[in-house]
């Protein structure tokens, strides 16, 4: 059994910056790749961010890269996500989830364990 339970969103200006945490328990969540997803109203989840284990490789989806910023602390089983340059297409709740087995993926369909979501507004 694994809990994940995200914070750190709410509402920002276009331009903005958040900062995403997701604190793991209940598993070995240093020996897990985890990733990020989101899902805006009306629309599917969809993959942003993805890290491994070791934190050594990270995955970006076209449209956060070079403004998202994804990183982990196994020390304190955290997986961060930093959000910069925000733009109101952002606006979404944001998900984090445990990947089953390497290598990391951008289905959802990979992972097993979810949080149950922050919300992220991003005001125009």
């Known amino acids: 059994q694994v809990q994940l339970v995200e914070s750190g969103g709410g509402l920002v200006q276009a331009g903005g910056s958040l900062r995403l945490s997701c604190a793991a328990s209940?598993?070995?969540?240093?020996?897990?790749?985890m990733g990020w997803f989101r899902q805006a109203p009306g629309k599917e989840r969809k993959f942003a961010a993805a890290?491994?284990?070791?934190?050594?490789?990270?995955y970006y989806a076209d449209s956060v890269k070079g403004r998202f910023t994804i990183s982990r602390d196994n020390a304190k089983n955290t997986v961060y996500l930093q959000m910069n340059s925000l733009k109101p297409e952002d606006t979404a709740v944001y998900y984090c989830?445990?990947?089953?087995?390497?290598?990391?993926?951008?289905?959802?369909?990979?992972?097993?364990?979810w949080g149950q979501g922050t919300q992220v507004t991003v005001s125009s």
């Open positions: 989830a445990v990947d089953k087995f390497p290598p990391l993926g951008r289905d959802s369909a990979e992972y097993d364990y």
């Open positions: 209940g598993r070995t969540f240093s020996s897990s790749g």
């Open positions: 890290i491994t284990w070791s934190g050594y490789n990270t």
